[in-house]
Nanobody, 125 residues
């Protein structure tokens, strides 16, 4: 059974950087689209970034484009999210997720099936 565990969250000042990591275990993720999502207090979960299985396509939410970079290492069974120039509005719990289907290269939120427990990112002066 696939399990995802996020790490790397914490407290940073505006303009700072964090690198989130997602480690998969139980089975390989090399055939799956992978994504990062976030949920701020009182708000709905939203798409942040995603990457297809072959690293040939990525998707970013507009507010993070140019600041965040998603990457994956299929050999290491890991996914990362490099977060630069962080803003207070980036504060949220960040989740790693995997899409087990193959109907879309990068699917929508509802088609990500396996989720990690989340890691808190807080951006505050």
């Amino acid at each position: 059974q696939l399990r995802l565990v996020e790490s790397g969250g914490g407290l940073v000042q505006p303009g700072g950087s964090l690198r989130l990591s997602c480690t998969a275990s139980g089975r390989a993720i090399n055939a799956y689209a992978m994504g990062w999502f976030r949920q701020a207090s009182g708000k709905e979960r939203e798409y942040v970034a995603a990457i297809n299985w072959s690293e040939t396509n990525t998707r970013y939410e507009d507010s993070v484009k140019g600041r965040f970079t998603i990457s994956r290492d299929n050999n290491m069974n890991t996914v990362a999210l490099q977060m630069n120039n962080l803003k207070p509005e980036d504060t949220a719990v960040y989740y790693c997720a995997a899409s087990l289907g193959r109907a879309w290269d990068i699917p929508g939120l509802q088609d990500f099936h396996v989720w990690g427990q989340g890691t808190q990112v807080t951006v505050s002066a």
